[in-house]
């Protein structure tokens, strides 16, 4: 499986970004996929993380009400729209995928401006 991340960039604090994922991979899909991120000095957390069925979903508290996860099984995509956004939430963003091992994305920049 190799993960492609898009979307991000520079926003205002209360603006939206969204970020996508296309999974390059043979089989369905069946494995948890979600989104992490890294702030510079600390460490990598789980922001949405959606089960295999597209319907488990756990979100990061700091980010519930704001953030929605998606996923796309035609197209192979899992989205993370992010709403209200703000200065805390400047991070990579990467993507998962829970296959044995592990897969991860490039990451991408998401940059909340005060």
């Known amino acids: 499986v190799q993960l492609v991340e898009s979307g991000g960039g520079l926003v205002q604090a209360g603006g939206s970004l969204n970020v996508s994922c296309v999974a390059f991979?043979?089989?369905?899909?069946?494995?948890?996929m979600g989104w992490y991120r890294q702030s510079p000095g600390k460490g990598r957390e789980a922001v949405a993380i959606?089960?295999?069925?597209?319907?488990?979903?756990n979100y990061l508290d700091s980010v519930k009400g704001r953030f929605a996860i998606s996923r796309d099984f035609t197209k192979k995509t899992v989205h993370l729209q992010m709403n209200s956004l703000k200065p805390e939430g400047t991070a990579t963003y990467y993507c998962?995928?829970?296959?044995?091992?592990?897969?991860w994305g490039q990451g991408i920049q998401v940059t909340v401006s005060s």
């Open positions: 991979d043979d089989g369905s899909m069946v494995y948890d």
């Open positions: 959606s089960g295999w069925d597209g319907e488990r979903i």
């Open positions: 998962y995928a829970d296959t044995s091992p592990g897969t």
